[in-house]
């Protein structure tokens, strides 16, 4: 599978920005999403994850009651939308994917197969 992250740009603090990453490939609904970030000088970090009918999702500590994951099968795309945007939001943000374990919430990154190209999300405060 091939991913397109786009939604990425300059945001004031407090803002609200909706990523989606588009699908192309095998088909969408076999494969467990994520969304990860990784901001200059630190690790990726899990932001947050769905599994192939967006029944379960699970959230990273900086993403809870803020982010809300998504995913529309039809459209081959998964969403990240992002509210009360923080500066330390800063960073790029990837998509991901995991063919095999489409029942499962994945936050490990090591757990994925497929990765997107990233977009950038900037805070400024």
């Known amino acids: 599978v091939q991913l397109q992250a786009c939604g990425g740009g300059l945001v004031q603090a407090g803002g609200s920005l909706s990523l989606s990453c588009a699908a192309s490939?095998?088909?969408?609904?076999?494969?467990?999403m994520g969304w990860f970030r990784q901001a200059p000088g630190k690790e990726r970090e899990f932001v947050a994850a769905?599994?192939?009918?967006?029944?379960?999702?699970y959230y990273g500590d900086s993403a809870k009651g803020r982010f809300t994951i998504s995913r529309d099968n039809a459209k081959n795309t998964v969403y990240l939308q992002m509210r009360s945007l923080k500066p330390e939001d800063t960073a790029v943000y990837y998509c991901?994917?995991?063919?095999?374990?489409?029942?499962?919430?994945?936050?490990?990154?090591?757990?994925?197969?497929?990765w997107g190209q990233g977009t950038l999300v900037t805070v400024s405060s």
């Open positions: 991901a994917a995991d063919w095999g374990r489409a029942s499962r919430v994945l936050a490990n990154p090591n757990e994925y197969e497929h």
């Open positions: 490939g095998r088909a969408f609904s076999t494969y467990a």
């Open positions: 769905i599994n192939w009918n967006g029944g379960s999702k």
